[in-house]
């Protein structure tokens, strides 16, 4: 099985306490940005404190579909084959930070993780795929 992940540091995945990066990767590496975007991303029990809808069976599978606008869900980086070990990204709380204060911190941090090719690929897709809805003042009526 392919490594969705590199360079983990279990302790701060345990606090549920890290952001995602959004922001496109050759933005920052281009220093293109003078905004990063993040999105927070937590552990499926303490989504689920939050948000009791998602104790319900069967609502994680819909979200690992791509069936629930806004959630993405990621592998877990130290037990990808337990699916309650994922992670889930809320694409509808974006923070912005500015890039130079992201970047010192990155510094300070050390250690973090990332994930890997093509699973980067298709996080970005989903992100991308939550703001390129477009809502329309009328549809095609449904075939009958």
């Not at 890290?18 to 293109?32: E, G, N, V």
């Not at 709380?93 to 500015?98: A, F, G, V």
């Not at 911190?105 to 991308?128: T, V």
Request: proline content about 6%.
């Amino acid at each position: 099985m392919k490594s969705f992940w590199t360079q983990i540091d279990e302790e701060r995945l345990a606090r549920d306490e890290l952001p995602t990066l959004s922001t496109q990767t050759c933005d920052l590496a281009h220093k293109k940005v003078s905004l990063v975007a993040l999105c927070p991303i937590h552990t499926l029990a303490s989504f689920e404190e939050r948000n009791p809808k998602f104790r319900q069976k069967g609502k994680w599978e819909e979200v690992r579909r791509g069936r629930v606008e806004g959630l993405h869900l990621l592998a877990s980086p130290t037990d990808p084959a337990n699916n309650r070990k994922a992670l889930v990204v809320d694409f509808g709380q974006i923070i912005s930070l500015p890039f130079e204060y992201l970047t010192q911190r990155a510094r300070n941090l050390g250690k973090r993780w990332r994930l890997n090719s093509p699973f980067l690929e298709h996080f970005s897709q989903a992100f991308a795929r939550f703001f390129m809805r477009v809502g329309l003042p009328s549809s095609i009526p449904q075939f009958r």
